[in-house]
């Protein structure tokens, strides 16, 4: 894993650093049959109206289907290429299995091509391998975790992210996960062993801002500088600070818990995330 520096030659090499694809990419065409078209919204709803700021242009991308539910039990399935993703940070694994069918998934650290991976409660707690919490060794670094059985991975999918199984109680297994929240998952539930690939992610920037609109990310204004008609910390003589931060609806942005204190699945909470 590597990322690339430039020399300043130009203003927008000079912040420039990107991850490196070669020795990491296998193949540059994606399958054809596990591909969709994926049409651009530029932050439109189903009537015609700008629901979501700040989008729209950007390249044209394919959808991957990714298979994060890997319910193809006890059929083993050879890593054929490791690819790049254009709509997540993480690199996918294509894997040819062995009753013909094929199908993507997170690619994580370690996972090399031709390697053989396995889901079901029989398989072994492996990188790569998909099995049941309950199936798992204490301690061992998880990611693609479901939060309910059957439901399809939820948890720690993002580049360079893991989750730590750290014990178990009853019929929960008790996770620690990246963003530090410590919280009980049901032991029927999916996990893939392992760390997601491509950690170097973290490192990149994109050294200019027509970076961000190739991404479909147009240019975002802040608060202060708009009207009061606009946003709570608008207008003002001169430029003003704009008094205590917060959202356009007027919710504080530090320090204001959001989160429903009624919420059901708080009592699967033992630890809140870190600040």
């Given at each position: 894993m590597?990322?690339?520096?430039f020399?300043?030659?130009?203003?927008g090499?000079?912040?420039?650093?990107?991850?490196?694809f070669?020795?990491?990419i296998?193949a540059t065409t994606?399958?054809?049959?596990?591909t969709?078209?994926?049409?651009?919204?530029?932050?439109?709803?189903s009537?015609?109206?700008?629901?979501?700021?700040?989008?729209?242009?950007?390249?044209?991308?394919?959808?991957?289907?990714?298979?994060?539910?890997?319910?193809?039990?006890?059929?083993?399935?050879?890593?054929?290429?490791i690819?790049?993703?254009?709509?997540?940070?993480a690199r996918?694994?294509?894997?040819y299995?062995?009753?013909?069918?094929?199908?993507?998934?997170?690619?994580?650290?370690g996972?090399?091509?031709?390697?053989?991976?396995?889901?079901?409660p029989?398989?072994?707690p492996?990188?790569?391998?998909?099995?049941?919490?309950a199936n798992i060794?204490v301690?061992t670094?998880?990611?693609?975790?479901?939060?309910?059985?059957?439901q399809g991975?939820?948890?720690?999918?993002s580049?360079?992210?893991?989750?730590?199984?750290?014990?178990?109680?009853?019929?929960?297994?008790?996770?620690k996960?990246?963003s530090g929240e410590?919280?009980?998952v049901?032991?029927?539930?999916r996990a893939?062993?392992?760390?997601?690939?491509?950690?170097d992610?973290?490192?990149?920037?994109?050294?200019?801002?027509?970076?961000?609109?190739?991404?479909g990310?147009r240019?975002?204004?802040?608060?202060?500088v708009?009207?009061?008609?606009?946003?709570?910390?608008g207008?003002?003589e001169?430029?003003?600070s704009?008094?205590h931060?917060?959202?356009r609806?007027?919710?504080y942005?530090?320090?204001?818990?959001?989160?429903s204190?009624?919420?059901?699945?708080?009592?699967?909470?033992?630890?809140?995330?870190?600040?």
């Open positions: 590597a990322v690339r520096k020399k300043p030659t130009t203003p090499q000079r912040h420039k650093i990107i991850g490196v070669k020795g990491q296998t994606p399958e054809k049959s596990l969709v078209g994926k049409r651009s919204t530029g932050g439109r709803n009537s015609g109206h700008l629901s979501t700021r700040y989008r729209g242009g950007g390249h044209k991308r394919k959808l991957r289907l990714i298979d994060f539910k890997r319910k193809n039990d006890g059929v083993p399935a050879t890593v054929k290429t690819e790049y993703d254009p709509n997540r940070s996918i694994a294509l894997l299995y062995k009753d013909g069918s094929k199908a993507y998934m997170i690619a994580p650290n996972l090399e091509v031709g390697q053989i991976v396995v889901s079901g029989d398989a072994a492996e990188v790569g391998n998909c099995l049941p919490l060794p301690g670094l998880i990611h693609c975790i479901e939060l309910r059985p059957g991975a939820s948890m720690a999918r580049a360079g992210t893991f989750a730590q199984l750290t014990s178990r109680e009853g019929d929960y297994a008790i996770i996960l990246p410590t919280r009980k049901l032991l029927t539930c893939t062993v392992g760390v997601v690939g491509n950690s992610h973290a490192l990149e920037s994109s050294g200019k801002a027509g970076r961000s609109r190739w991404l990310r240019p975002h204004n802040r608060g202060v708009m009207n009061p008609v606009d946003h709570p910390m207008g003002g001169g430029r003003q704009g008094g931060p917060r959202s609806t007027g919710l942005a530090k320090g204001l818990k959001t989160r204190p009624k919420k059901h699945s708080s009592k699967y909470i033992i630890e809140r995330r870190k600040k």
